[in-house]
T-cell receptor
C-alpha cells in the first residue's frame, strides 16, 4: 500500500508570493489534515478535510486555505507569503471514521520564504 | 484550547528504560497520541490512549490518567535507533468529530552507549 505523498518536497519563494502544496493520501483514506512544523512552535494544526469538506480548523490567518478533491487528494494554499511562513508543512491521512483515527504522515514540503 | 507540556531533552543509556512524561490541560479530551520523529523525517504513530491505564506494544508502553491530565511513554531495552523526538498530542472532543490534534513541542531523546 503506497504511503502519503506530498509535492513538491522543497520550495523557495519570496515574500508576497503565493504557494500551493499538494498531498495525496493513502488509498481509501478520506481525511487529510495539514500541519505546520517550525523549530520554535513545533507541530501546529492548520485544518482537516474530510469528504471534500473542511471539518476542523486551527488558529491560522485566512492567508492559509485548503481544499480537497473527490479523489481525497488535498491542496493547501498560502497567499501573500511572509518570512515567518518558512516551515515544514506536513499532511496526514486517516480513514476519518471509527477510532483511534491513526494518522499517517507524509514526508512534508520544506518551504523557505526569502 | 489545549496546553501540552513535555521535557525538551532527555538522555539515556543503551539497554536502559526511559520514561517521557506529558501533561496536558484541555477543554475537551478525546484521546492522546504518541509519535516518534527522527530528524528530517515525518512523525510515525507509536500509541494511542483514550481510557485510563497502560497500553503495551512491544518495547513501547503508554500510560494515561485523565483525571490528572497526565501521560507517559515508556521505552524499554533502549537502542541507538530510538534516538529521536517523541511527540505527545491530544485530540479535541469536537461535535463534528474528526482529527484536530494539538502537539507538544516534543522531547528530544538521545541514547548513548
Amino acid at each position: 500500500k503506497a504511503g502519503v505523498t506530498q509535492t513538491p518536497r522543497y520550495l523557495i519563494k519570496t515574500r508576497g508570493q503565493q504557494v500551493t502544496l499538494s498531498c495525496s493520501p493513502i488509498s481509501g483514506h478520506r481525511s487529510v489534515s495539514w500541519y505546520q512544523q517550525t523549530p520554535g512552535q513545533g507541530l501546529q494544526f492548520l485544518f482537516e478535510y474530510f469528504s471534500e469538506t473542511q471539518r476542523n480548523k486551527g488558529n491560522f490567518p485566512g492567508r492559509f486555505s485548503g481544499r480537497q478533491f473527490s479523489n481525497s487528494r488535498s491542496e493547501m494554499n498560502v497567499s501573500t507569503l511572509e518570512l515567518g511562513d518558512s516551515a515544514l508543512y506536513l499532511c496526514a491521512s486517516s480513514t476519518g471514521t471509527g477510532s483511534p483515527y491513526e494518522q499517517y504522515f507524509g514526508p512534508g514540503t520544506r518551504l523557505t520564504v526569502t | 484550547g489545549q496546553n501540552i507540556d513535555q521535557p525538551t531533552e532527555m538522555t539515556a543509556t543503551e539497554g536502559a528504560i526511559v520514561q517521557i512524561n506529558c501533561t496536558y490541560q484541555t477543554s475537551g479530551f478525546n484521546g492522546l497520541f504518541w509519535y516518534q520523529q527522527h530528524a528530517g523525517e515525518a512523525p510515525t504513530f507509536l500509541s494511542y490512549n483514550v481510557l485510563d491505564g497502560l497500553e503495551e506494544k512491544g518495547r513501547f508502553s503508554s500510560f494515561l490518567s485523565r483525571s490528572k491530565g497526565y501521560s507517559y511513554l515508556l521505552l524499554k531495552e533502549l537502542q541507538m535507533k530510538d534516538s529521536a523526538s517523541y511527540l505527545c498530542a491530544v485530540r479535541d472532543r469536537r461535535r463534528g468529530g474528526g482529527n484536530k490534534l494539538t502537539f507538544g513541542t516534543g522531547t528530544q531523546l538521545k541514547v548513548e552507549l
